[in-house]
């Protein structure tokens, strides 16, 4: 009954390579989001969607791309792997974007990146 | 360029007692405040807020003042109890740019 759930929990992987993440929310939300925990424990935002679109672009480099195939799904692709990318990722969804920013948002349980 | 920063890593507290976590931020342009509560292998979860024309806002056992001369917000935790042990962030938002900043975050324990 996982409310947003990412997949997957762990991956380890060469430098250069391309990956992805998948992220799926159950809650009908309208909004999407993905973070970034770097090895300093800061929490980054870095996209979001709502309604297929992108709202919210903190200055993330090229190579990370979302996909939102449909609401209840924002995927983040990554291309040419750096070990800088090594980090742990956050899924987020909430009804409406932060113009509301009380606005409760649910988290995934992170994606752990390890770029060797 | 740390924003928003949470100064001591950890925090340990007898329950009953009472927690104060501290943050510290340098951009006056910030106007809303978000703390943020971190199980081990869950992702944040929202738990308190205050915006920054007020200085306190508080809900439950989770109180939260803000001095904005001093930029400085702290969350208080009164009782503490073993289930609140985690890592809690401190965010801030500043309208407008759609920019939101968190901490390093701070680990909080507290023991039976």
């Known amino acids: 009954d996982t409310a947003v759930s990412q997949t997957p929990k762990y991956l380890v992987t060469q430098m250069g390579n391309d990956k992805s993440i998948k992220c799926e929310q159950n809650?009908?939300?309208?909004?999407m989001y993905w973070y970034k925990q770097d090895s300093k424990k800061f929490l980054k935002i870095m996209f979001s969607?709502?309604?297929?679109?992108?709202?919210i672009n903190e200055t993330v480099p090229n190579r990370f791309s979302p996909k939102s195939p449909d609401k209840a799904h924002l995927n983040l692709h990554i291309n040419s792997l750096e070990l800088g990318d090594s980090a742990v990722y956050f899924c987020?969804?909430?009804?409406?974007?932060?113009?509301?920013?009380?606005?409760?948002?649910?988290f995934g349980p992170g994606t752990r990146l390890l770029v060797l | 360029d740390q924003q928003v920063k949470q100064n001591s890593p950890s925090l340990s507290v007898q329950e009953g007692r009472i927690s104060i976590l501290n943050c510290d931020y340098t951009?006056?342009?910030?106007?809303?405040f978000l703390w943020y509560k971190k199980y081990p292998a869950e992702g944040p979860t929202f738990l308190i807020s205050?915006?920054?024309?007020?200085d306190k806002n508080e809900d439950g056992r989770f109180t939260v003042f803000l001095n904005k001369s001093a930029k400085h917000l702290s969350l208080h935790i009164v009782p503490s109890q073993p289930g609140d042990s985690a890592v809690y962030f401190c965010?801030?938002?500043?309208?407008?740019?759609?920019?939101?900043?968190f901490g390093k975050g701070m680990k909080l324990t507290v023991n039976p």
């Open positions: 809650l009908g939300h309208d909004t």
């Open positions: 969607y709502n309604n297929k679109e992108l709202i």
């Open positions: 951009n006056s342009m910030f106007d809303y």
């Open positions: 965010a801030a938002y500043q309208g407008g740019s759609e920019k939101l900043v």
């Open positions: 205050i915006s920054s024309i007020k």
């Open positions: 987020a969804s909430s009804q409406d974007l932060w113009e509301n920013i009380e606005e409760t948002q649910y």
